[in-house]
């Protein structure tokens, strides 16, 4: 038998569609209106305990701190930064014997050891907590910032190679090392870890890493939304103040190349190499076990969770970039954390440290052996799940945009449309709105989801926002997620883009290569993936679609974000204009949603802001659906029964997109 994975068929459209079928085939059991979650992975031996998390460990060291420690890389540039140590509480004399050590890659306010320790590259994760529990841990400014010299180049091949030789300076000159390496940190110091893990060879120091704000990506959700600059442009518009002339290619030569339209304002071989999702393999065998740790208002959520399945795809021998199958074996050495956090919030010291005692001090917590190594916070009902294959849902459940501002289950039987202009979403012709019928035994969504509109523009180009709402009885609307694209930008890269048993996109992976103009007035499929979100929605709720064009100029003010804001100068050229949204027989517009039952998911990791368990049920997360002998048959949100039978699964979606109609 082989495995089974997502795959391309043939779906409603204008024109007939053939896919070809890449990747394993299998056959698996699913359904095809409401989603199916994947059954869990292996179940825990006879006798073994459960990993329970979070536990704090008791501080039994002092700290003391030995600051301007100088490494010299192989070409001589000096590496510096702060080494803390484990020390007699009662002396505060450093300890004697030798630890592992907790290595940090700080671009950030490293000019000053108090930066370097206690501003943002630390702020969330103060070193103190780890020494003071029996490690090492040293924080070196990255080449070409604070007391380091050398030419700062964000995540390039020199930065690489400096990581290698702090990796064996730590493990091998360091004083005080007993030669273990573990790999910390947040945002650019998670990236660099997963980085720096691609070029080590299987027999490094480095037993373990915690990459926590960081994902697979560069391009997509870190810098841009749907092809248009996100929040964290505010970033680069303020590093030539922060650095100065150490900048470099990143101060406003970077912001010009972005916003002029220029070779940075797209995906290319050089964001391509800066992406730890291209080096999924090369992690892997390195042989380091990773947590990775973000939020649902991080700006790696996506490729978070995206990263959590190349990991496992490489491990198991499968196409890494595919998404996982239902019935792949799981590893415990490739785990995430998603919880309702910020960018740099929510990061738990003691599990932390509970998964570098695992790796690097042997100790038996059971986390290496959890059948379950996602752990989701579920929004509405406030707890954690627990899970093992990403995607959750082996199919999604289409609502289509129908007149009179309904989003409706069955497709639309008459043409019409809703008009839009390109300004705020509070001005007139600012948005439209389309919201199903409340749900009478609510439902949950579980895991990336997709929209397909049929649109069109008086203009050469157009934009997009779509945002899936929450409705209450009472009218309260609370925003879930959301996803846009710049039309020009629309065309798909078929191999890494996924889909479900139906055909229907699940996560739709954009190319944003370079712009393909729209012929004004004529009609384009434009498919974009909404960010993955596990949400329960109670009973007698509803969801919207709200399409707007623009995001409110002060959600853009942000530091940090994953919203569209900066129209590049070709965008601010040729985004203007009038849009029509068209829904009809043969323009599907629809959001696809991996909706589950209200209570189908399993909760199992405690309530909270905090997870408190990473063991999932035993035998997988459907407890209240049901399966018979050809397949599973449950009752979707809105009391019908659907039912699938076992189908094959053949891979990646391969459909040309993108085409103009009538």
């Keep these: 038998m082989t495995d089974a994975v997502l795959r391309p068929r043939r779906t409603p459209t204008r024109t007939t569609r053939f896919t070809r079928a890449i990747g394993v085939l299998t056959a698996m059991t699913t359904v095809t209106a409401m989603v199916t979650t994947t059954a869990a992975a292996t179940e825990r031996s006879a006798g073994e305990p459960p990993a329970r998390i979070g536990q704090a460990r008791p501080a039994t060291y002092g700290q003391v701190t ?60 103060p070193p103190g907590y780890y020494v003071e529990r029996g490690y090492v841990y040293a924080s070196i400014c990255v080449r070409g910032t604070g007391r380091s010299g050398g030419t700062f180049d964000m995540f390039g091949p020199r930065e690489r190679q400096d990581g290698v030789e702090l990796v064996e300076w730590a493990a091998g000159e360091l004083d005080g090392s007993n030669g273990t390496v573990g790999l910390t940190g947040c945002s650019y110091l998670g990236s660099n870890q997963l980085l720096t893990a691609s070029a080590l060879p299987p027999d490094s120091g480095v037993k373990a890493m915690m990459p926590a704000c960081a994902g697979a990506e560069t391009y997509r959700e870190n810098l841009f939304a749907g092809g248009m600059p996100n929040q964290t442009l505010n970033v680069f518009q303020r590093m030539e103040a922060v650095m100065g002339p150490r900048a470099g290619e990143f101060g406003a030569a ?80 490739y785990q995430v ?76 039987l008459t043409g019409g449309s809703g008009t839009l202009a390109y300004t705020q979403p509070g001005s007139p012709g600012g948005a439209l709105t389309y919201t199903t019928e409340p749900f009478p035994r609510g ?171 990473f063991d999932g049920p035993r035998r997988g997360l459907l407890t209240p659906c049901t399966e018979r002998p050809h397949g599973p048959v449950l009752q979707d949100a809105l009391g019908a029964s659907w039912w699938a039978p076992a189908v094959n699964a053949r891979g990646p979606r391969v459909t040309p997109r993108g085409r103009a109609g009538r």
């Design 254 to 333: 970077f912001v010009d190349s972005i916003t002029s339209g220029g070779e940075r304002a797209y995906t290319s071989p050089w964001t391509d190499y800066r992406s730890p999702g291209e080096w999924a393999s090369a992690i892997v065998a390195a042989d380091i076990p990773a947590l990775l740790w973000s939020g649902y208002r991080d700006t790696a959520v996506q490729g978070s969770l995206e990263m959590y399945a190349y990991l496992q795809n490489a491990h198991a021998n499968r196409p890494v970039h595919a998404p996982m199958s239902p019935r792949q074996p799981v590893t415990g050495r």
């Design 66 to 125: 030995v600051p301007d420690v100088a490494v010299t890389a192989s070409d001589g540039t000096a590496l510096v930064g702060d080494v803390l140590y484990p020390a007699d509480p009662g002396t505060g004399e450093r300890a004697p014997g030798t630890f592992p050590v907790l290595l940090a890659q700080n671009p950030y306010t490293c000019e000053t050891t108090d930066g370097n320790l206690t501003g943002p590259g630390h702020q969330y994760t």
């Design 443 to 613: 439902a949950t969504l579980a895991g990336p989801m997709s929209a397909t509109l049929y649109a069109r523009s008086d203009s050469t180009n157009l934009h997009l926002i779509a945002r899936l709402e929450d409705v209450a009885p009472d009218g309260t609307v609370t925003e879930l997620t959301s996803g846009n694209l710049v039309a020009s930008m629309r065309a798909l890269d078929e191999e890494r883009s996924w889909s479900d048993i139906r055909g229907a996109h699940v996560r739709p992976y954009g190319s944003f290569a370079r712009d393909d103009y729209l012929v004004p007035h004529a009609t384009y499929e434009l498919a974009f993936g909404l960010s993955p979100r596990v949400a329960q929605l109670a009973p007698g709720h509803s969801l919207r679609v709200t399409l707007t064009t623009r995001t409110p100029d002060e959600t853009c003010a942000l530091p940090l974000g994953v919203d569209p804001c900066f129209a590049t100068a070709p965008q601010q050229e040729t985004l203007p204009g009038t849009y029509r949204v068209r829904h009809s027989p043969l323009e599907l517009s629809r959001v696809d949603l991996p909706l589950l039952p209200h209570d189908c998911l399993t909760p199992s990791g405690g309530n909270g802001d905090r997870p408190a368990g």
């Design 337 to 412: 954390v998603v919880g309702p956090w910020g960018h740099g919030e929510g990061i738990d010291q003691a599990i932390a440290v509970q998964w570098f005692d695992t790796w690097l001090k042997g100790a038996d917590t059971g986390l290496d052996r959890t059948p379950t190594p996602i752990h989701l916070h579920q929004s509405g009902s406030d707890a954690w799940i627990n899970t093992s294959h990403y995607p959750l849902a082996t199919a999604t459940t289409p609502y289509y945009l129908n007149g009179g501002g309904r989003l409706t289950r069955r497709p639309p």
